[in-house]
């Protein structure tokens, strides 16, 4: 079983960066596939990007390919996600995910364990 607690959010202006980490327990964790997710108010819960166990294999949502990056360490248990450029439709709650599947997925229904989440707010 793994627990994810997400962190790093917060309240930036159009244009800047923040950094969202992902703290994991448990001892099988190099072996998720692990994804960021988001959900905008009034909106349903989207894919944003997937990093597969080893870290070689990545899927990035469309809407931020080119500004986002996901990283791993799995001798620290942690997934990272840079994002630059934001952008004012990028408010949202983001939430961490672990999913036991080999490859990056992207649907919701194929991750398992899920952090609460951590608000991104982009200010115009």
């Known amino acids: 079983q793994v627990q994810v607690v997400e962190s790093g959010g917060g309240l930036v202006q159009a244009g800047g960066s923040l950094r969202l980490s992902c703290a994991a327990s448990?001892?099988?964790?190099?072996?998720?596939?692990m994804g960021w997710f988001r959900q905008a108010p009034g909106k349903e819960r989207e894919f944003v990007v997937g990093?597969?166990?080893?870290?070689?294999?990545?899927n990035y949502a469309d809407s931020v390919k080119g500004r986002f990056t996901i990283s791993r360490d799995n001798a620290e248990n942690t997934v990272t996600l840079q994002m630059n450029s934001l952008k004012p439709e990028d408010t949202a709650v983001y939430y961490c995910?672990?999913?036991?599947?080999?490859?990056?997925?992207?649907?919701?229904?194929?991750?398992?364990?899920w952090g609460q989440g951590t608000q991104v707010t982009v200010s115009s």
């Open positions: 448990g001892r099988t964790f190099a072996s998720y596939t």
């Open positions: 995910a672990a999913s036991k599947a080999a490859t990056v997925v992207l649907y919701q229904w194929e991750y398992t364990y």
């Open positions: 990093i597969n166990w080893s870290g070689d294999s990545i």
